[in-house]
């Protein structure tokens, strides 16, 4: 059996709600185009997933009006403590599927850096956003859920960074989930012009104990020639969600696009972070952490594609699966043919807490070209008898030996993550979900 994939929305319905939006009406023709298209396009295959009664579809509401914000300290709860109230300048939230805040200095405003919520930023930049826009990084008919994000997309943010423009400081997203019957169908669009730099973290965040609704997420990085950009991400949704999450990276010459991902949601995900390295010299380091417990299901795949000359890849994921949870890590070094010196390394590793839980990592090396390096390695694995033994004959209990056997495992990839804020935010994260 397959769960039921007709849409409930129709074209007048996606018409009257980028009216709604107060879009531009290159936006509106281009989510009624998207809908026609996603009945005929399949749907994602990961491997060694079967997702068929997996529901990506239907939902209780499209869109859910929330509260805004005057200010920071008008957050509450666990959103207020990820975010600096007295300090942060540049941020952008999103209450459920309202645009709710969104601050940006006075220096980096002159030097034409543009934040700003994804339905404005259609109307007052148009050029750039219809430029990019599912264009390089997610096409719209490349899979059933990504022509269904373009035609239903209802929150997001535009991040446009000129030449030359070097940002010190995080430009931090927060996106707040409290409303259970809210889908998030979000769209973050990264623009990095030559030679700019900037550091973007971006935090999803379910204060819910279950939703009722589907998240589908789509973010793309398009970094120029000799730009520099980090992404950092931590994403908590709450269980009950059935998630695709789609991050796409396009590199130019000379280039670095820097992931680093705490992958903590307590629902079903799909998750696919795919990095073109177009120009030659570009690199990319993802990394990416995550813990499954319950009986949750999740397939990550990391897929680094090395289209010019002399390019670098490294891929680093750890997880921890509790209970019955299950994870699939696919890991690609693609290679494609002409690029000659690059290199594509990887690395896998899964560690098991029950006889339930089960985990699989599996490498893949596709090389089209003979000069070039590549390696990987994989390993998945339950909690060492000994280890634990050793630990509970020192006085410590065995759910203290267990919590300090994961921070132990989760530790050579959090602490290599580029921004503080992410790895602070992600400790206390793997904190709460190891003692739950």
Do not use: C
């Amino acid at each position: 059996m397959t769960v039921e994939t007709k849409i409930a929305m129709t074209a007048q319905d996606v018409r009257a709600y980028s009216k709604q939006m107060n879009e531009a009406d290159w936006m509106t023709d281009f989510r009624v185009e998207a809908l026609e298209k996603v009945e005929a396009l399949p749907m994602p295959t990961p491997d060694k997933t079967n997702i068929k009664k997996w529901n990506f579809t239907q939902f209780p509401t499209h869109s859910v009006e929330s509260t805004t914000y005057d200010s920071l300290k008008d957050l509450l709860g666990e959103a207020k403590g990820l975010v600096d109230a007295e300090k942060q300048e540049n941020i952008y939230v999103q209450h459920n599927n309202t645009p709710a805040y969104v601050s940006l200095s006075e220096e980096l405003t002159a030097r034409g850096v543009v934040l700003t919520d994804i339905f404005t930023a259609t109307r007052d930049y148009p050029e750039l956003v219809q430029q990019y826009y599912m264009t390089d990084g997610v096409a719209v008919n490349e899979n059933k859920l990504t022509a269904l994000h373009a035609a239903l997309m209802n929150g997001g943010v535009f991040l446009y960074v000129p030449r030359n423009v070097v940002i010190e400081e995080p430009i931090q997203v927060l996106y707040l989930h409290d409303d259970a019957d809210a889908s998030l169908f979000n769209h973050t669009l990264i623009v990095a012009e030559e030679s700019s730099h900037v550091t973007y973290v971006e935090n999803y965040l379910s204060t819910v104990e279950e939703a009722n609704g589907l998240a589908n997420i789509v973010t793309e990085v398009i970094a120029k020639d000799n730009a520099k950009v980090i992404f950092g991400a931590v994403d908590v949704l709450a269980k009950g969600f059935t998630a695709y999450v789609a991050r796409r990276g396009m590199a130019g010459r000379d280039t670095r696009i820097e992931w680093a991902l705490g992958l903590m949601n307590d629902s079903d995900t799909i998750a696919e972070n795919i990095t073109h390295l177009v120009g030659d010299n570009a690199s990319s380091d993802f990394k990416m952490v995550t813990i499954g417990r319950g009986d949750q299901k999740q397939n990550f795949t990391t897929d680094i594609v090395h289209h010019g000359k002399d390019t670098d890849a490294f891929i680093l994921k750890h997880g921890v699966m509790k209970d019955q949870a299950t994870a699939i890590f696919n890991g690609v070094g693609r290679i494609k043919k002409h690029a000659t010196r690059s290199n594509a390394v990887q690395e896998s590793r899964i560690l098991m807490f029950s006889d339930k839980a089960r985990g699989d990592a599996n490498p893949i090396l596709l090389i089209d070209e003979d000069e070039v390096t590549a390696g990987h390695a994989a390993s998945v694995g339950r909690v060492d008898p000994a280890q634990l033994y050793y630990l509970m004959s020192r006085g410590i209990s065995k759910e203290e030996a267990e919590r300090l056997i994961v921070h132990g495992f989760l530790e050579p990839v959090v602490s290599q993550l580029p921004v503080e804020g992410v790895k602070e935010q992600l400790t206390a994260v793997i904190e709460r979900k190891v003692r739950a």
